[in-house]
């Protein structure tokens, strides 16, 4: 689980992107994640605009209950079996973290730091093996 300074960091900096355009952060995350792995662009349809909503949209819920996580479990699982349907595999959720970080570096630009880096690292990775743990 994620101490109390890790989740204040988390909400903190998300704070500074979360009213950015999703198309904006969006873009950027998904244009990372295809760069590195242009065999996953295949899993997400030609128009992606409702794509950078819904993740923006699943961003803004996680990070507004992350001290209530436990009553996400639900809503994590649900999201897996989702995930898992469009082929998503245990080997994928690395780059997309991967993806989701440099996302965040560059939307922070000069206020990301080693203290953010580790707690957003965190956080992809209790939600990230929450959903494996989920599919296996």
């Given at each position: 689980m994620l101490t109390d300074d890790e989740i204040s960091a988390v909400k903190k900096s998300w704070a500074r992107l979360r009213n950015i355009d999703p198309v904006v952060i969006g873009d950027a995350f998904y244009s990372k994640l295809f760069f590195e792995r242009p065999a996953l662009r295949k899993m997400f349809p030609v128009e992606m605009d409702a794509q950078y909503k819904k993740l923006v949209d699943m961003l803004n819920t996680i990070v507004t209950r992350l001290d209530?996580?436990?009553?996400?479990?639900?809503?994590?699982?649900?999201?897996?079996?989702?995930?898992?349907?469009?082929?998503?595999?245990?080997?994928?959720?690395?780059?997309?973290?991967?993806?989701?970080?440099?996302?965040?570096?560059?939307?922070?630009?000069?206020?990301?730091?080693?203290?953010?880096?580790?707690?957003?690292?965190?956080?992809?990775?209790?939600?990230?093996?929450?959903?494996?743990?989920?599919?296996?």
């Amino acid at each position: 689980m994620l101490t109390d300074d890790e989740i204040s960091a988390v909400k903190k900096s998300w704070a500074r992107l979360r009213n950015i355009d999703p198309v904006v952060i969006g873009d950027a995350f998904y244009s990372k994640l295809f760069f590195e792995r242009p065999a996953l662009r295949k899993m997400f349809p030609v128009e992606m605009d409702a794509q950078y909503k819904k993740l923006v949209d699943m961003l803004n819920t996680i990070v507004t209950r992350l001290d209530q996580l436990d009553e996400l479990t639900e809503d994590i699982i649900a999201m897996a079996k989702r995930h898992e349907g469009y082929g998503v595999k245990q080997e994928h959720y690395a780059p997309v973290g991967e993806a989701l970080i440099w996302t965040l570096k560059v939307g922070l630009g000069r206020e990301w730091n080693q203290e953010i880096q580790d707690a957003w690292a965190k956080c992809y990775g209790v939600l990230a093996n929450a959903m494996i743990g989920a599919t296996v």
